[in-house]
């Protein structure tokens, strides 16, 4: 694999940053790539906000007025990615966390903030190479299935019983 960039970015003050998540971030991104066999050299934006500004943005994108954990935003189609032409690097595209969104739901689920901000990464870097689980049936399966592995990977295997999906 080629290099990645993960370029990290907090537009929040409601939580402090727990270190290590940075560098949990650049492994999601890292396992998540090598698992699809994405062998070129790729940029990742990932942004830290609040509730407030999560909702505005899914408002704005998806119109729904609403809290979410996590927004994906794709930059390519197809397998076809935008290049930065200094690096040569294709621009995957951006990942939006909700920090105190994320927090909560690892209180209710019952697991660490590391975990979720885990699942969180590797469910958007699914979605900007492509994947959807908003049909349901096989593709939201095999989008599960891959999450699974990448947190396994990771040390962060969630359990059978959480069903994220149930949330959105």
């Not at 050299?41 to 509730?51: G, K, Q, R």
């Not at 998806?62 to 794709?74: C, G, I, N, Q, Y």
Request: aromatic share 6%; net charge negative.
């Amino acid at each position: 694999m080629e290099k990645i960039r993960v370029i990290i970015s907090n537009r929040q003050k409601a939580v402090k940053i727990p270190t290590g998540l940075r560098m949990l971030i650049r492994r999601c991104c890292h396992a998540v790539l090598q698992l699809e066999g994405f062998q070129d050299s790729a940029e990742i934006s990932v942004t830290f906000v609040d509730n407030e500004q999560i909702r505005e943005m899914n408002s704005q994108y998806r119109d729904k007025d609403a809290e979410t954990d996590v927004l994906s935003f794709p930059m390519g189609e197809n397998g076809e990615y935008d290049v930065n032409h200094a690096t040569g690097a294709k621009i995957l595209g951006d990942i939006v966390l909700s920090v105190p969104k994320a927090m909560e739901q690892a209180k209710l689920y019952g697991h660490s903030l590391e975990r979720e901000i885990g699942y969180l990464t590797a469910h958007s870097m699914l979605h900007l190479l492509g994947y959807d689980h908003e049909e349901g049936g096989l593709a939201r399966v095999r989008m599960r299935e891959k999450e699974e592995t990448v947190m396994q990977q990771l040390g962060l295997s969630l359990s059978a019983s959480s069903s994220y999906y149930d949330e959105e």
